[in-house]
């Protein structure tokens, strides 16, 4: 095993080495309970295998990892009865790629992320579309 999965807290829970509220599992992904959540019912899935970066997963995995996705997300919204399910994926902070999925309700603090988050910034949306576009 490499030092990096050895280490990681998402790779322990995988394992089953370390705690966790798990909700929903398959033989890619496992859903658990955030433990420090942003609202009730805040949830992460992950793929059971160290990957950071989810563009970088081949899509058939990504195609799994998100199938997951969408079953926890019927959970929540059966369990807590949101206006929405949301998403939010990094691999940042814990360097091992984790789907944010969480309950908003119209007009609360989630609802107008990231424009609500972030202060404005001032963008030539031809130049930046004609960047992204010819990548
Ligand atoms: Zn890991």
């Known amino acids: 095993m490499k030092m990096e ?13 370390a705690k966790s509220w798990k ?7 496992l859903g658990i309970l955030d433990i420090n959540p942003c609202a009730e019912g805040h949830c992460l899935v992950v793929p059971k295998k160290h990957v ?3 563009y970088e997963m081949e899509d058939e995995e990504l ?16 369990a807590i009865n949101p206006d929405f399910v949301c998403i939010f994926i990094r691999g940042g902070r814990i360097s091992h ?5 969480f309950p908003s309700m119209k007009n ?3 609802s107008g ?23």
């Open 63 to 78: 195609s799994r990892l998100f199938h997951a996705v969408k079953i926890v997300a019927n959970k929540i919204k059966s």
């Open 108 to 110: 609360d603090s989630l």
């Open 23 to 29: 909700i929903y599992e398959d033989d890619f992904s």
């Open 52 to 54: 950071v970066r989810f």
């Open 97 to 101: 790629l984790h789907v944010a999925v």
């Open 113 to 135: 992320f990231p424009q609500s988050s972030f202060e404005k910034v001032t963008v030539n949306l031809d130049d930046v579309a004609e960047r992204i576009r010819n990548a």
């Open 5 to 17: 999965e050895s280490k990681c807290i998402l790779c322990k829970i995988a394992r089953g080495e």
